[in-house]
């Protein structure tokens, strides 16, 4: 299919289709229906119309209109947009299974998923169709140019046909001032035309040239004719100076007479009007053809379309092996097919597969570590250290002494009997009567065998006004 036909076809597929009407391909055939009552008013025939786009098919097809270049359809579309420019609101029609995704796209790794939830918001690409008329050697050349803005940026590569379109809804979608990607538009149409516009521009060039060298050769000889006559003159007057200066002339003066009336015939064919004539038309005609093969480029913007659609921001939940619910939020673009990374909470490295520590952080490999009791740590989790081993332990390896608040793991901690708080091994003290532990700071030695003993394990001799242990205290004594 020839390239000026292809353009033609979707030229008039697309303006049907902004004009709401039904359309199908039977075959070769572009069917329209529901045309708006106006464009039949302009046409001067009601629909349905058969469209077809060159003349083997027209010649094939009974009742068929045929839409190329000169024809009087495409002429009425064109007048028609640029007598109604506007502006449309597309949606784009998306469905997703989200969770299909989800699913294809990361390895959940065993965690179990409790639910998705979605929320839509609404990006847009700016879309202006732009007609551009050529117009020169009495011929009219027309071609449309779709331009698709995101951000500011061409999109080359898009086009809204390979999407399900609907009408927009105002309401939905909040568009932002588009001056300047219009100014964007405009600069990428010129850079789309420029090879038509060379093309052209060669092709009235090379017409040009040829048209010239005719005029010039034409005129050429009419005004050979005079300087023919010019240099006759000259040549005599030549002759005749020679043949003064050498001597052999016998009547000088009269050869001198008759060289003032040479010079002055050649002042004469120089400035006769005949001459002058042949001059100034031979300029009118190239000045003409100058004008004639000039091109008059003219560029319309007929349509603005801000095409919308839905951006999905995913609420995915997991239970991870602590059966707590880690929610990760991925994003995704419909248009793109883009699903954006689970990426590791620690270096931002893309993941491919799910890992969850015990403090519910996604995590790679390499951020990834182990505690001595087994539980999943990643880098983000809070580090900790047993100040009395020294080891790193997670949190559930220990506790924070009650004493002087310093981290110890569970094998260097223990309970207070007294109060049942968490003590490090460096704060407590082992009381060998009732054989627990308790703080230091609450022992005392027995003041009849000498043993040290927690709070809980003395009694008051007021006899011997001392702390005694409860194997040395003799109630018959009259002791507390």
């Known amino acids: 299919m020839a390239k000026e036909e292809e353009n033609i076809m979707k030229l008039a597929e697309g303006f049907f289709k902004n004009l709401k009407c039904k359309i199908n391909w039977d075959g070769k055939v572009l069917v329209i229906n529901n045309v708006p009552e106006d464009f039949e008013k302009d046409f001067g025939k009601k629909g349905p119309y058969f469209l077809v786009f060159n003349r083997e098919d027209y010649d094939k097809h009974e009742n068929s209109e045929l839409v190329a270049r000169g024809s009087v359809l495409l002429k009425i579309i064109a007048n028609y947009l640029e007598e109604r420019g506007q502006t449309t609101l597309l949606r784009l029609n998306f469905n997703p299974n989200l969770k299909d995704l989800v699913l294809k796209e990361i390895d959940l790794n065993g965690y179990v998923l409790k639910g998705i939830d979605d929320k839509i918001n609404y990006d847009y690409i700016i879309r202006f169709i732009f007609l551009t008329n050529f117009q020169y050697l009495n011929e009219r050349e027309q071609i449309t140019s779709s331009i698709y803005i995101k951000d500011k940026k061409i999109l080359d590569k898009f086009d809204v046909e390979d999407f399900d379109s609907v009408e927009g809804k105002k309401e939905e979608i909040n568009i932002k001032d588009i001056n300047e990607e219009y100014i964007i538009s405009k600069k990428k149409l010129k850079e789309n035309i420029n090879e038509k516009t060379k093309e052209i521009v060669d092709k009235l060039n090379f017409s040009l040239e040829s048209a010239m060298n005719r005029i010039k050769s034409h005129y050429l000889h009419q005004m050979d004719e005079f300087n023919s006559e010019i240099k006759r003159n000259e040549e005599n007057i030549l002759s005749l100076k020679e043949r003064i200066r050498k001597g052999i002339e016998k009547d000088v003066v009269g050869a001198e007479e008759k060289i003032k009336r040479l010079k002055s015939n050649i002042e004469k064919i120089k400035n006769s009007d005949d001459m002058n004539r042949v001059e100034k038309e031979r300029d009118v005609y190239i000045n003409d053809e100058k004008s004639k093969h000039s091109l008059n480029v003219n560029n319309k913007l007929i349509n603005t379309s801000i095409i919308y659609y839905p951006i999905y921001n995913i609420d995915v939940s997991l239970l991870n092996k602590n059966k707590h619910v880690k929610h990760i939020n991925l994003v995704f673009n ?122 809980r394990c003395s009694k008051i001799d007021f006899k011997l006004k001392k702390k005694v242990c409860v194997d040395c205290f003799k109630p018959t004594d009259f002791r507390v």
Not at 392 to 404: D, E, L, N, Y
């Open 334 to 455: 419909p248009v793109k097919k883009e699903l954006s990374s689970l990426n590791c909470e620690n270096c931002g490295e893309k993941l491919a597969k799910v890992n969850i520590c015990h403090s519910n952080h996604i995590y790679c490999e390499g951020c990834g570590n182990r505690c001595v009791c087994g539980t999943e740590t990643c880098e983000k989790c809070e580090k900790l250290s047993c100040n009395i081993c020294g080891r790193g332990v997670c949190i559930k390896c220990g506790a924070r002494c009650s004493i002087c608040n310093k981290y110890a793991c569970s094998s260097d901690m223990c309970l207070d009997n007294l109060t049942g708080r968490h003590i490090c091994n460096h704060c407590a003290k082992y009381c060998s009567i009732c054989n627990k532990f308790s703080n230091k700071a609450n022992f005392f030695r027995c003041g009849i065998c000498g043993k040290e003993m927690c709070s």
